[in-house]
């Protein structure tokens, strides 16, 4: 048990030279309290030795009693030393099985409280814009409004509307980024433009908190990356800083070009601040810094700023709405780009900064700005539209916007009743909805496919639905149509699709 070398006699010093410095002072107090009268000479302890020549750590259990003399003095010493190493193996696997089973259910249970709150605080962020929007509805066709209330109704029902829209959106690029489908259509992007057209869109926001929005954009050059998802980025942290700004208050846009890489992003930030890891090298970055007078963040949350689901007030008296997913989307949406993204805040009530770093292109080729880009004329007369959707309510409105817009256009309900049609009203272009009974928006494609040109075979077509997910769209295209577009549809981009494929 003690590996005692060959020949050394067993003593007091050899049992101390193989004890586990550990368990020295504890084993010395024992001993000697066991020698002394007043313990009546009992001795029982388990300690660690470890070999004195195989060096090999063991467990002992050893029990003993101690025997004196009629002063006191003690005489001898007996007892047993057993090796109890493989019980107290045994013993440390079930509690570091004990420990990972707690350790797994307090995840459980903290996943099902994070599930049960965004749960809750997603019906209620789902239905608070239907109120306005059903409330509104329901004065346009009961009473007669005049022409001012009727604007602010409208404008009313369009904002939530999108508000509504943007939720659904940020659910499903969520559930992309969990999947792994998030999918980026890169080019050469001016960034300072991109961050100049978020800005246009908060703006709004901004006038109505009397927030003062301050913008140093230079021209620094171009990244690679989707314009679309480079734009939900600033978009996003622009608009979290307005939220969370008082009235009155301030929000600084300044961008930057800067030699860096993620860990000097790092070490540049504070102490405090949240960030995500990379290994980009050192060169030329875009550092993009938004930061806010808002309400600021606790540094108990701010580790967890960037995690799905995670809100630092979701009870029922919070003053802010969201789901928790935008910095979540935005985290990965930056290192989608090979870049980084950091948290830093004071404090509470001592407003907010996020730092983002794109790695900037070495290269700068000249391109046309997007609003320098020609508009197409919006105009269908002499286009024959034939559109197709079960709901009643979708067939109206379709009807209605191509009809504005100059368009002949024929609605019907089913499958069907397009195959009927398509002969007879002979239609520059399909607009499908998808989820429909009997014979859905693919199998109807796949049928007219199959037709010869001359019986609308080659019939251009949009799938118009509200399956709005990566794959989605890409069986959309497999099936035949040569565009999708989700709902809620936008008027002039339907347009814009229909007027394209006609010229093609």
């Known amino acids: ?79 047993t030393v057993l090796d109890i ?41 789902l239905r608070s814009p239907l109120n306005p929007i059903l409330g509104w509805t329901k004065l346009l066709q009961t009473r007669k409004l005049d022409e001012t209330k009727m604007a602010l109704a409208i404008a009313t029902i369009e904002r939530n509307a999108k508000l509504q829209t943007q939720l659904i959106d940020d659910l499903l690029d969520v559930a992309k980024i969990l999947r792994g489908k998030l999918s980026l259509t890169t080019t050469a992007v001016q960034l300072s433009a991109i961050v100049e057209a978020a800005i246009d869109t908060v703006q709004t926001a901004a006038v109505a908190k009397s927030i003062t929005l301050s913008a140093f954009l230079p021209d620094i050059g171009q990244v690679v990356g989707d314009a679309a998802r480079l734009q939900q980025i600033v978009w996003n942290l622009l608009s979290n800083a307005i939220k969370f700004t008082p009235e009155g208050g301030r929000v600084e846009i300044r961008l930057e070009q800067v030699r860096a890489n993620c860990a000097w992003a790092m070490r540049n930030a504070s102490e405090s601040a949240s960030m995500t890891p990379c290994s980009l090298p050192m060169t030329d970055h875009a550092r993009l810094t938004i930061t806010d007078t808002g309400k600021g963040i606790s540094p108990a949350f701010l580790p967890h700023i960037f995690e799905s689901f995670r809100q630092e007030d979701a009870s029922t008296t919070r003053k802010y709405g969201g789901l928790g997913l935008g910095l979540a989307i935005v985290r990965q949406l930056v290192e989608a780009h090979g870049g980084a993204i950091t948290a830093d805040s004071p404090g509470e009530g001592l407003g907010a900064t996020f730092t983002v770093w794109l790695p900037l292109l070495n290269a700068e080729p000249q391109l046309q700005r997007l609003d320098n880009l020609p508009q197409p004329d919006l105009d269908l007369t002499g286009i024959r539209i034939l559109a197709v959707d079960d709901s009643s309510d979708a067939r109206e409105l379709l009807t209605g916007l191509f009809t504005q817009y100059g368009a002949d256009v024929l609605s019907v309900a089913s499958a069907a009743d397009v195959l009927a049609n398509l002969d007879s009203f002979q239609p520059d272009v399909l607009i499908s909805d998808i989820g429909m009974p009997d014979v859905d928006g693919y199998a109807l494609i796949q049928q007219i496919r199959t037709l010869p040109a001359e019986k609308g075979g080659q019939l251009p077509a949009i799938a118009l639905t509200a399956y709005a997910r990566e794959e989605d769209q890409q069986q959309a295209l497999h099936s035949g149509y040569q565009r999708h577009i989700t709902k809620p549809l936008q008027p002039e981009l339907l347009i814009e699709a229909v007027i394209e494929l006609v010229r093609r």
């Not at 004195?52 to 002063?71: C, H, L, N, P, T």
């Not at 797994?104 to 019906?123: G, M, P, W």
Request: glycine residues 6%; proline residues 4%; hydrophobic residues 40%.
């Open 1 to 79: 048990m003690f590996s005692l070398p060959a020949g050394v006699e067993p003593s007091i010093e050899a049992f101390f030279e193989a004890l586990h410095p550990d368990d020295w002072d504890r084993l010395e107090q024992a001993i000697q309290y066991s020698c002394s009268p007043d313990s009546g000479g009992n001795y029982d302890m388990e300690y660690r030795v470890i070999g004195i020549e195989d060096k090999v750590e063991r467990w002992i259990a050893a029990k003993g009693q101690a025997y004196f003399d009629a002063s006191g003095t003690p005489q001898r010493f007996i007892g």
């Open 85 to 125: 190493t493989e019980k107290k193996q045994v013993e440390a696997q079930r509690e570091q099985l004990l420990q990972q089973a707690q350790a797994a259910r307090e995840a459980a249970e903290r996943a099902n409280r994070i599930k049960d709150e965004f749960l809750a605080v997603l019906s209620h962020e």
